[in-house]
Structure formats: structure tokens, C-alpha cells
């Protein structure tokens, strides 16, 4: 492209040239072809080395009419950085060289041609270049930003795809969780006063033998229902959630299984299904580690707040007076927890206390609203 913009101006300096011998003389014919050869070779490297290239073929312009084509193809490429410094450095270098080559190529109605008008001929065209290579510039620092945006949309999707996978994740660990360890704690607790109480009855052995195929019931029931929501997918509405008037239904089934619960409740008012739920969970696993971990201890549950204040969840348990062999511990259960707790607003601790018992307190932000007096035996 270069070769064929340069070729007129080639042939039309040729045909001007006056010599002696009234032809156009070797040097054009011959030096001229060469010098812009080389210039169009040069022109390979004008990327990694744009200023230095084109003030090279610029100045290699001044004896060659034939890389005048090259002498604006790299111009226009040093436009496109768009550095003024750089690109008035070039079209002074591209003038300058115009001007010297009327000396090197003296055509006919050079030398009557007004001054203004050989400075501003070549300084137009190394306008027109410039101006196309500024606009070519542009158009990659448009197409590179539309690049980097869409390569940055796509990184925040993926992004937010795996936070949602991983949410769901652990949504779906902590449903399981809550779902049955409770139910195996308490069959666990049942089996293990079973091999270490030798002094039991055949009455209380059937009763004990009997909660343990109950609970076994009842977390394959439980998780059935956990299962059969996950394979659902969305639009299938979800089994209702325990709430604050469940946990007399849960402290008579810890009892039933052998665990010695106290409950204790002082709250006035009915709490938001959020907050119920929150706290039936957190009573939830607290029974479940201690039915784990102090199989017989006696466990006292506290409950106390008011709308508009925020409802506090204390369950204490003493040392285990029976000698069982550790459970397995994940430490997964109080890990959920407290994300649950810290989802509700609230602030969970968790503690040994120095006589080799456990105590766990919650405190949840009850808003205020409506309060609904209601009634929960202990």
C-alpha cells in the first residue's frame, strides 16, 4: 500500500526532473527504487520501535520519492499511540525532509512556487496522516476497553456463579446438618447407655431400644424430605420451618431419648419466623452436642426477650456422668451456627466452663412490631 501511494509521485517526479540530457538521470531510476526498498523493510519493525522507524524513513525520504509512501505509513502508525510530542517530532522531520528534497529533485516550476505553498502541501498530507492514525488509535483503545469490560463482566459472572454454587452449598450442609445430627445424637446417646448400663430393667431396655428405632425413623423421614426439596429444583415450595413454638415438641424429644432438659422461658411475645427459626436451631444444636458430649448431664435451656429488644438463648450443661467412648467432632455444627446467627444479626459464644461443663449463649435483634402473647410449656 505504501509502494502504490509513492508510485505517482515517483513517476511525476521523474517526468519533471530537468538534468542535462534532458532525462530523468540514474539516481531516480535506480537509487531512488533502492533507498525505498529498504524503507519499506524498515517499516517491519515500525511496532516495536515506532518513533525511531519513522524518524528513519522520513529523513531516508528526502532522497527517495518513492518512500514518501513509507515516510506517511509510519507516521500515521506513531499517530496511533496519539503522543503529540512524539507525532510533532515526526511531521517537523517529514516537512523538513520535503523541503530539503526540492533541492535533490529540483522539477520544473519549483523554484516559481511560492514558499507557503511547499510547506504547507507536505504539512497537509502529514495532517491527513496523522489525523488517520489518531483515529485508528482511538478505535484500539475503544476495542481494548470493550475488551478488558467484557473480559471483567465475565470474570465478575463467574465469579458470582461460584459464590452462588457455594452459598447453596452451604445451605445445603447445614439443612443436612441440622436435620440429622440431632435425630443420630440422640439414637447415639440411647445405644451408649445401652453398653455401659448394665442395671436396666427389660422395661427400660425396650423403651430405650424402642426410641432408638423411633429417632432411626424419624431422621430417614427427615431425610427424605431434605432430599426430596433438593431434587425438586426452584418452584416447588419448601416444607415449613420450625419456629420458637416447636421447642417444647424438641425438649420433649430429648427427654424421650434419655436427655435431662430443663427449659426455662421468659419470652414475651412471638419473635418473626426468622428469628424463631434462628433460635430453634441454636437450641437444636446445643442439645445435640450435649446429648454427644455429656450423655446424662443435666441441661438447662433459658430463653428470654421482648420486642423491640433482642431475645437470648442460654443452654448450660454440667460434666457427663457417664463415661462414653468421644464421639467423631467436625466442629462443622457450631461452624453453621454461628454463620446462621451472624446472617440474623446476632452474636453467638460458646465456652467450657471450669467444672467440665459447656454453656452456649445467643443473642438475637428482635425488631419491634406486633407483639402476640403466647403460651409454651416447659
Known sequence: ??????????????????????????????????????????????????????????????????????ALLALCSVSTRRRPVEIGAVVLAYVTASQLALGMYPVQGSAEALWWVQIVVPALTAGIAVAAGMAVGARRVEVRSLRERAESAEREQSARAAQARALERNRI????????????????????????????????????????????????????EVLGVLRSGPGRPEPPQPSLDRLPDLVADARTSGLDVRL?????????????????????EALTNAAKHAPGAVVRVTLEGTAGGTLGIGVRNGPAPLRTAPPPASGFGLLGLGERVSLAGGELDHRATPGGGYVLTARLPWPDGPAHIHERSA
Not at 443436612?176 to 447415639?188: E, F, G, K, N
Not at 440411647?190 to 429417632?215: T, Y
Not at 411475645?269 to 434462628?278: K, M, N
Open 264 to 284: 426455662t422461658d421468659a419470652v414475651a411475645g412471638t419473635p418473626p419466623d426468622g428469628v424463631g427459626r434462628t433460635c430453634y436451631r441454636v437450641v437444636q
Open 173 to 224: 450442609a447445614r439443612e443436612m446438618h441440622d436435620v440429622l445430627a440431632h435425630r443420630i445424637s440422640l439414637v447415639a446417646m440411647q445405644a451408649g447407655v445401652l453398653d455401659h448400663r448394665g442395671d436396666l430393667s427389660a422395661e427400660e431396655n425396650r423403651v430405650l431400644v424402642r426410641g432408638i428405632a423411633e429417632g432411626s425413623h424419624q431422621a430417614l423421614e427427615e431425610l427424605r
Open 1 to 70: 500500500m505504501a509502494g502504490l501511494v509513492s508510485l505517482p509521485v515517483w513517476l511525476s517526479t521523474a517526468a519533471l526532473m530537468r538534468n542535462g540530457s534532458g532525462g530523468p538521470g540514474s539516481w531516480i531510476l535506480v537509487g531512488d527504487p533502492l533507498v525505498a526498498l529498504g524503507c519499506l523493510t524498515v517499516l517491519l519493525w515500525r511496532r516495536r520501535w515506532p518513533l525511531v522507524v519513522a524518524l528513519v524513513v522520513t529523513v531516508a525520504s528526502t532522497v527517495s520519492a518513492l518512500a514518501t509512501g513509507a
